[in-house]
C-alpha cells in the first residue's frame, strides 16, 4: 500500500519536473490526434457499409420468402394476416 502510494508520488514529481511542451510538439500531438480521428472514421464507416450490407441482404431473403409462401399458400398467409390485423384492432381499441 505504501509502496503504491510512493510510486504515485515519484510519478507526480517526474511530470511536474518535465518542461512544458513545446508549439512544435503540440501541433505534432494534434496532428497525431487528426490522424488518429481520421482512421476511426474510415473504421466506422467500413463497418457501416458491412452492417448495410448484411441487412439488405437478409431483408431481401425474408421478402423472397413471404412472396413464396404466399405462392404456395394464398388462402391460409389471408387468413394469418387477416386474424393478426384483427388482434391489432382489438389492443388498438383499447
Known amino acids: 500500500m505504501v509502496e503504491k502510494k510512493l510510486a504515485t508520488v515519484d510519478v507526480e514529481a517526474e511530470t511536474e519536473k518535465r518542461p512544458?511542451?513545446?508549439?512544435?510538439?503540440?501541433?505534432?500531438?494534434?496532428?497525431?490526434l487528426r490522424a488518429e480521428i481520421s482512421r476511426l472514421t474510415?473504421?466506422?464507416t467500413a463497418i457501416g457499409t458491412?452492417?448495410?450490407?448484411?441487412?439488405?441482404?437478409?431483408?431481401?431473403?425474408?421478402?423472397?420468402r413471404v412472396r413464396e409462401r404466399v405462392r404456395e399458400d394464398p388462402?391460409?398467409?389471408l387468413l394469418t394476416v387477416a386474424?393478426?390485423?384483427?388482434?391489432?384492432?382489438?389492443?388498438a381499441r383499447r
Do not use: N, R, W, Y
Open 50 to 64: 458491412g452492417a448495410k450490407a448484411v441487412v439488405q441482404g437478409e431483408a431481401e431473403l425474408m421478402t423472397e
Open 42 to 44: 474510415e473504421t466506422v
Open 75 to 77: 388462402i391460409s398467409t
Open 20 to 32: 512544458p511542451p513545446t508549439q512544435a510538439e503540440l501541433e505534432m500531438q494534434i496532428a497525431d
Open 83 to 91: 386474424g393478426v390485423s384483427f388482434l391489432f384492432g382489438l389492443l
